[in-house]
T-cell receptor, first 114, second 111 residues
Framework: DAGVIQSPRHEVTEMGQEVTLRCKPI?????LFWYRQTMMRGLELLIY????????DSGMPEDRFSAKMPNASFSTLKIQPSEPRDSAVYFC????????????FGSGTRLTVV | DAKTTQPTSMDCAEGRAANLPCNHS???????VYWYRQIHSQGPQYIIH???NNETNEMASLIITEDRKSSTLILPHATLRDTAVYYC????????????FGTGTRLTVIP
């Protein structure tokens, strides 16, 4: 099992550009989570999906952020337009079911917006 | 979910047991105690969880006090690779779907 796979590992972009982060959850896991980590705010849940359906997006900071899960093996987090304050490490995690608590995290995408 | 309190940092000698405490005095009867750790530049890693009985797996042991107001994560023989931030999280098993990561304890294993 390759675990949760995120791409790219690092992303540097200019302010105003669109950024798309990608995640492939563990096969058979039906819950997927997007987290963001900064020094100031720590780890924050942005959105999570159960069976490809968004359940709670209350953590999404603003309309510039959107997330999709078109099928059980793929999810994207898009920021458009990006701003310097979006610079952070973005983690994707999956679990067998949302309430289990035993999440498996990916290695993260370090986003830098200049 | 109940709030947790952990020391900001701890040191442990390599090969010795690392005992990481966590206070969760407002825990309710249906809330579990979870432990995760985050090694530098990696995603958080699940370690162990429990309700009221002590738990042990290949990574660690979890000791929960009888009143459930505190717990201790024990790494029996700490290695340099155990240097990480350790998060104690309390949450319900059903309904709530968020893992709230506080500031955790930064454990440094010293050679």
């Amino acid at each position: 099992d390759a675990g949760v796979i995120q791409s790219p590992r690092h992303e540097v972009t200019e302010m105003g550009q669109e950024v798309t982060l990608r995640c492939k959850p563990i096969s058979g896991h039906n819950s997927l989570f997007w987290y963001r980590q900064t020094m100031m705010r720590g780890l924050e849940l942005l959105i999570y999906f159960n069976n490809n359906v968004p359940i709670d997006d209350s953590g999404m900071p603003e309309d510039r952020f959107s997330a999709k899960m078109p099928n059980a093996s793929f999810s994207t987090l898009k920021i458009q337009p990006s701003e310097p304050r979006d610079s952070a490490v973005y983690f994707c995690a999956s679990s067998e079911f949302a309430s289990s608590g035993g999440y498996t995290f990916g290695s993260g995408t370090r986003l830098t917006v200049v | 979910d109940a709030k947790t309190t952990q020391p900001t940092s701890m040191d442990c000698a390599e090969g010795r047991a690392a005992n990481l405490p966590c206070n969760h005095s407002t825990i309710s009867g249906n809330e579990y105690v979870y432990w995760y750790r985050q090694i530098h530049s990696q995603g958080p890693q699940y370690i162990i969880h429990g309700l009221k009985n002590n738990e042990t797996n290949e990574m660690a042991s979890l000791i929960i006090t009888e009143d459930r107001k505190s717990s201790t994560l024990i790494l029996p023989h700490a290695t340099l690779r155990d240097t990480a931030v350790y998060y104690c999280i309390v949450r319900k098993l059903t309904g709530a779907n968020n893992l709230f990561f506080g500031t955790g304890t930064r454990l440094t294993v010293i050679p």
